[in-house]
Every structure is written in structure tokens, then in C-alpha cells.
């Protein structure tokens, strides 16, 4: 493993590092997937505000809410079984171009799939509603490059990110680029939501390329119908799972704008944006240890455990350091990064960012679900707190607006990815290691 990066810290940085090389690749690994995180989130803010300044709160809830409902099905892209594959490729790395073959077609028919779901439920949602069935169309054909996102899982379980960080954010870059100029010409929403789609398209180019460049070939990779199945049948819970999840992140965009129209959608979505841009902290550190818990789960209960715990503590701790300064500085901060026209928005990131306590602690139980085999209990959890957000939401938007869809967030999340732990006998301990983590995490 290469680790000149060292170099670069303090002695005694240096000191405690020296000789660990799992925590070396670890720390690596987290850097640049932070470092991608740092550049898509940061130019990808200032851009979104920009966006929205341009198109208004009315113009900007129909590109939201096209996102948001082409996200709903979004999990069928993936079927829910990144985990699985990074777990397999660890496990058998002599099976790699069977594992990854089998995963890409997969994925490929769940891409298909996901688009026509998508076309079809708008127009059965919103009929004679020609511009919003043509805004998800056009996001949706996005989603058919996803299945190249097998190279992703590839090098996460090599613990290099790197090239996909460098494959993405060149496209990032380019679109970045593109959507300036359509700011500048005065472009249409249209434009703005396929240039959603056109960057997933260019990723997809650019992750095939590094792949490509690592010496490996698209030609070696075998399709097993027999490892489809089983990706498939243990996947399947995690599929559900994950459109549950999808369901109570997304679906109060989807009953705003049947409710109360797409402006409320825009200013809602603007104060989503900047408390669900640091969901990205948990993905980014969870991806890069679970080759490390699978590992350790290998050798011992004990430290299985004990870095499960540790990764729990360190996420809610920083889920706070998080929470708390946005949510008291909400108002001021919609002012001022988006205008007087989204200032009624400042309530509701006060309240929406108290989601990310509760999906920093969620992100960390992901490893233990695929590693225990318990996806069918994830699927439960999952599908209890997207039924309990639209009940919430039933109730909330016709008195709260979009007040009301944060508040169901909070409260869906906490029960889902929390507090349905206790209910079942084998994730109670789960359930206790997560309550200590958050209240270690308010106490010091």
C-alpha cells in the first residue's frame, strides 16, 4: 500500500500510524472519497443556490421535484446490494470478474426497470401533466448508466478509491462547467435536468476508462446465472429496504407538490439541500472500513464489536457537531446563500438537519446488517418508518407545510434506523450501542 501521504503529517501523526497499514489504507481511502465529497458538495452547493437564485422557488420545484421522484425508484437502479458485492469481492477475490459480471448485469436490468417504473408512475400520478412527465423522463435516462457504478464497488473493495474519485469529478467538473453556461444563456428547466442525466453519463465513461487502466477488462467479466440468484436472493430484502428509505427521504417532495404546489417543493428542497449534503460523511467512512469489519469479524467477536462501536461513536459525535450549529443558525443561513425569497426555508433546515443524527448512526448499523445476514430486518425497519413518514406527512403538510415534511423526516428517521432496533432480539444490542453513541455524543 502505498502511503507517501504520510509524510505529509505531524511527527507524531507520523508515530501513531507507523506499521498499522490497514488503518494506513483506511485513513487513505476516507481521503479521497472526503476529498470528492469536498469538491462535489462544495461546488455542487454553490451551483444548486446559484440554480435556484436563477429558476425561482416555482421553476426550481419542478427540477426538485423530478429529481426526487425519479430517486423513488432509484434503489432499483442498485438493488439495494453494494454492500453484498464489496463483501463478495472481499471474500473471493479469485471470483472478482464473475462477482462484478453477474453484479452488472444485474444492475443493468434494474436500470431498465427503474426508468420505465419512473416514466410510467408519473404519468399515472400527474396525467395530462405533459411538462412534469417530461422533466422525470429526462432524469430518468440518467439512471441507465448506473449499473457501471460496478467499478466503484471494484476499488472500494481495494480500498482505492482514488480513481473513482478522480473518474467522477472530472465529470463533475465538465458538468459543473455546462450547467454555468446554461445559467448565463438563460437556459430552460429542460436543459437543467438533462444535464442531471448527462453527468451520470460521463462518470459512467470515466469509471469504464479507469477501470480499463488498471488493467482490466470489460470482456473478462462472466455473468453467472447461478451468482445472480444468489446476489439476488439475499439482495432483495436490502432492495425493499432501500426503496423504504428512499420512500421517507423523498416522498415529501412528491406530497408537497400534490398538496401545495411546487413552490413550497422549491423552498423545501433548497433547506434539504443543506442538511443532506453532509450525508455523505457516514457513506464516505463506512465504505472504506468494511472491508475492515468484515475482516475483524473474521478473526474476533470481541473486536468485531469494539470497532462497531467505535465507528458509532465517532458518527454521532460528529452528526452533532453538525446538527447543532446549522439549527441555530438556519434563518440567517437561507438568507443569505439563497435570498429573501427562500427566507421562509430557515425553519425548516432548522429542523430537517436534525436528520443527520439519526442517518449517521443508521449508515454505521449497514455493515453489520450485511455482515450478520439480517437484511430481512432492515427491510422491516425500513418499511415501518416510510409508512410512519407518510402518515406524518397525511397529517403535518395541510397544517405545517413544509415544517411539517421536516418534522416527519426527524421522526421517521429515529424510529427507522433506531428505535425499531429494540423490537427485535437480535439487533437490541445494536439498538444499545447506537443509544450509547448518542448519548456519549451529547455529553462529551
Known amino acids: 500500500m502505498n502511503a507517501s501521504w504520510l509524510k505529509y503529517l505531524p511527527g507524531f501523526l507520523r508515530e501513531k500510524l507507523q506499521g498499522r497499514h490497514q488503518l494506513q489504507a483506511v485513513l487513505g481511502n476516507s481521503g479521497w472519497l472526503f476529498a470528492d465529497k469536498a469538491v462535489r458538495m462544495g461546488g455542487g452547493l454553490l451551483l444548486t443556490i446559484w440554480i435556484a437564485r436563477y429558476l425561482g422557488p416555482v421553476s426550481f420545484g419542478q427540477l426538485s421535484?423530478?429529481?426526487?421522484?425519479?430517486?423513488?425508484?432509484?434503489?432499483?437502479?442498485?438493488?439495494?446490494?453494494?454492500?453484498?458485492?464489496?463483501?463478495?469481492?472481499?471474500?473471493?477475490?479469485?471470483?472478482?470478474?464473475?462477482?462484478?459480471?453477474?453484479?452488472?448485469?444485474?444492475?443493468?436490468?434494474?436500470?431498465?426497470?427503474?426508468?420505465?417504473?419512473?416514466?410510467?408512475?408519473?404519468?399515472?400520478?400527474?396525467?395530462?401533466?405533459?411538462?412534469?412527465?417530461?422533466?422525470v423522463a429526462i432524469v430518468a435516462v440518467g439512471t441507465l448508466f448506473q449499473a457501471v457504478d460496478i467499478v466503484d464497488l471494484w476499488f472500494q473493495s481495494r480500498v482505492q478509491s482514488r480513481f473513482t474519485v478522480i473518474a467522477r469529478n472530472l465529470a463533475f467538473i465538465a458538468m459543473l462547467l455546462i450547467r454555468v453556461a446554461l445559467i448565463l444563456t438563460q437556459a430552460s428547466v429542460a436543459a437543467f435536468a438533462w444535464a442531471a442525466s448527462a453527468e451520470l453519463a460521463l462518470a459512467a465513461l470515466a469509471l469504464a476508462v479507469s477501470f480499463h487502466f488498471q488493467g482490466r477488462a470489460w470482456a473478462a467479466l462472466r455473468p453467472r446465472l447461478a451468482r445472480m440468484r444468489a446476489l439476488f436472493s439475499e439482495a432483495w430484502p436490502l432492495l425493499v429496504a432501500s426503496l423504504a428509505v428512499l420512500v421517507y427521504m423523498r416522498i415529501d417532495q412528491v406530497m408537497l407538490a400534490a398538496m401545495l404546489g411546487e413552490r413550497e417543493v422549491g423552498l423545501y428542497a433548497a433547506a434539504v439541500r443543506l442538511s443532506e449534503m453532509w450525508y455523505v460523511i457516514p457513506t464516505v467512512l463506512v465504505s472504506s472500513v468494511m472491508p475492515s469489519l468484515t475482516e475483524a469479524r473474521a478473526r474476533s467477536e470481541e473486536l468485531y464489536?469494539?470497532?462497531?462501536?467505535?465507528?458509532?461513536?465517532?458518527?454521532?459525535?460528529?452528526?452533532?457537531?453538525?446538527?447543532?450549529?446549522?439549527?441555530?443558525?438556519?434563518?440567517?443561513?437561507?438568507?443569505?446563500?439563497?435570498?429573501?425569497?427562500?427566507?421562509?426555508?430557515?425553519?425548516?433546515?432548522?429542523?430537517?438537519?436534525?436528520?443527520?443524527?439519526?442517518?449517521?448512526?443508521?449508515?454505521?448499523?449497514?455493515?453489520?446488517?450485511?455482515?450478520?445476514?439480517?437484511?430481512?430486518?432492515?427491510?422491516?425497519?425500513?418499511?415501518?418508518?416510510?409508512?410512519?413518514?407518510?402518515?406524518?406527512?397525511?397529517?403535518?403538510?395541510?397544517?405545517?407545510?413544509?415544517?411539517?415534511?421536516?418534522?416527519?423526516?426527524?421522526?421517521?428517521?429515529?424510529?427507522?434506523?433506531?428505535?425499531?432496533?429494540?423490537?427485535?432480539?437480535?439487533?437490541?444490542?445494536?439498538?444499545?450501542?447506537?443509544?450509547?453513541?448518542?448519548?456519549?455524543?451529547?455529553?462529551?
Open 65 to 135: 421535484y423530478a429529481i426526487a421522484f425519479v430517486a423513488l425508484f432509484g434503489a432499483i437502479a442498485t438493488l439495494g446490494m453494494d454492500g453484498l458485492v464489496v463483501r463478495e469481492l472481499v471474500r473471493e477475490p479469485e471470483n472478482t470478474d464473475e462477482i462484478l459480471g453477474s453484479a452488472f448485469g444485474l444492475r443493468l436490468i434494474g436500470s431498465c426497470l427503474a426508468v420505465l417504473v419512473a416514466v410510467l408512475g408519473v404519468c399515472l400520478v400527474r396525467p395530462g401533466e405533459a411538462a412534469a412527465q417530461a422533466l
Open 305 to 444: 464489536y469494539q470497532r462497531l462501536q467505535r465507528l458509532f461513536n465517532l458518527l454521532a459525535r460528529a452528526a452533532y457537531l453538525v446538527a447543532i450549529p446549522v439549527s441555530l443558525c438556519a434563518g440567517p443561513l437561507m438568507r443569505l446563500l439563497y435570498g429573501e425569497s427562500y427566507a421562509a426555508a430557515g425553519t425548516v433546515l432548522a429542523v430537517h438537519v436534525w436528520t443527520v443524527v439519526f442517518v449517521f448512526v443508521g449508515v454505521a448499523y449497514s455493515p453489520w446488517i450485511i455482515n450478520e445476514r439480517r437484511s430481512h430486518y432492515l427491510m422491516l425497519q425500513t418499511s415501518s418508518g416510510a409508512c410512519f413518514n407518510v402518515l406524518l406527512n397525511l397529517w403535518l403538510i395541510p397544517s405545517h407545510g413544509a415544517v411539517g415534511c421536516a418534522i416527519a423526516a426527524v421522526l421517521a428517521q429515529a424510529l427507522a434506523v433506531w428505535l425499531a432496533n429494540s423490537l427485535f432480539a437480535p439487533t437490541r444490542r445494536i439498538f444499545r450501542m447506537q443509544a450509547k453513541a448518542l448519548l456519549g455524543g451529547l455529553t462529551t
